[in-house]
């Protein structure tokens, strides 16, 4: 343990006390925002210095979500154990959970004023609601229950986000056999599940019923991004130019999901 010290207390000052550009490439956050973080889980979040390993160091292992990285890798680098990295990883997520009630946006309604040309169409809207696949590796016998319509292994979660792409409710958890409809099903019947105040609502893809609270596109009606392009395919009916505004909205649970979206493989 002595002889490793040296090698850790240069990486820990290469990533916190060197340039902004080094830490905001490896943490993708800047040295304040890493300084912050750390004061709000030690007073929030209940997160300690542990016999060896300090809080500054248990956040810089988050490294492991900001690049994907395996524990193989990351106890290489650092000079730690396998158990180290992984035990010190679940304590810091599980500190992050306690401050749900900070970190969780609170949706506010598009305002009657906004000119945003992408939401002022919008008045009212919350933001937008998906489910994504995670991939997952679970024992054999549930395979069957975790299977995709594109034959993934993955769990099936629904998020909500605002329209600046920040997350105001998820429910992970279920099955990728599951159709969204009864994940919507099962949140919105929780009783901290998701909340929709009355006059306002969602935007939601045609996987979802079109009820209060939810605003879904027509159906049989063009809809992607990808079908709207030149003069001679720009909206004819009432019923496609609503949809094109509708997606182009709605798009910012998908570029949402696309900053999280990972390639690992997590256990259940």
């Given amino acids: 343990m002595i002889e490793r010290l040296p090698g850790q207390a240069v990486n820990m000052g290469r990533l916190i006390g060197g340039n902004q550009i080094d830490c905001y490439d490896n943490l993708r956050m800047d040295q304040n925002t890493f300084g912050c973080i750390c004061v709000i889980l030690k007073n929030q979040g209940g997160l300690v210095d542990g016999k060896h390993v300090s809080v500054e160091e248990q956040v810089v292992f988050l490294s492991i979500l900001a690049h994907h990285k395996k524990n193989r890798i990351v106890k290489f680098y650092h000079q730690r154990s396998g158990q180290t990295v992984s035990h010190y990883v679940n304590t810091i997520l599980l500190a992050i959970l306690r401050?749900?009630?900070?970190?969780?946006?609170?949706?506010?309604?598009?305002?009657?004023?906004?000119?945003?040309?992408?939401w002022k169409w919008f008045k009212g809207c919350l933001?937008?609601?998906?489910?994504?696949?995670?991939?997952?590796?679970?024992?054999?016998?549930?395979?069957?229950?975790?299977?995709?319509?594109?034959?993934?292994?993955?769990?099936?979660?629904?998020?909500?986000?605002?329209?600046?792409?920040?997350?105001?409710?998820?429910?992970?958890?279920?099955?990728?056999?599951?159709?969204?409809?009864?994940?919507l099903q099962d949140s919105i019947s929780r009783v901290h599940g998701l909340k929709v105040p009355i006059g306002n609502y969602y935007l939601c893809d045609n996987g979802y019923a079109n009820s209060p609270g939810f605003l879904a596109p027509y159906r049989s009606v063009g809809y992607h991004l990808s079908e709207w392009g030149p003069q001679s395919m720009r909206p004819q009916t009432y019923q496609e130019y609503f949809n094109m505004r509708h997606t182009r909205a709605r798009n910012v649970i998908e570029r949402a999901f696309g900053i999280i979206r990972s390639a690992s493989f997590y256990p259940i």
């Fill in 99 to 118: 401050l749900h009630s900070i970190l969780f946006v609170k949706p506010v309604p598009i305002p009657d004023d906004i000119t945003n040309p992408r």
């Fill in 127 to 183: 933001g937008a609601i998906d489910d994504t696949y995670v991939n997952v590796h679970v024992p054999e016998a549930d395979k069957g229950r975790y299977r995709t319509r594109k034959d993934t292994i993955s769990t099936n979660v629904l998020a909500a986000c605002d329209r600046n792409c920040m997350f105001t409710y998820i429910l992970p958890g279920w099955e990728g056999s599951t159709s969204d409809a009864r994940v």
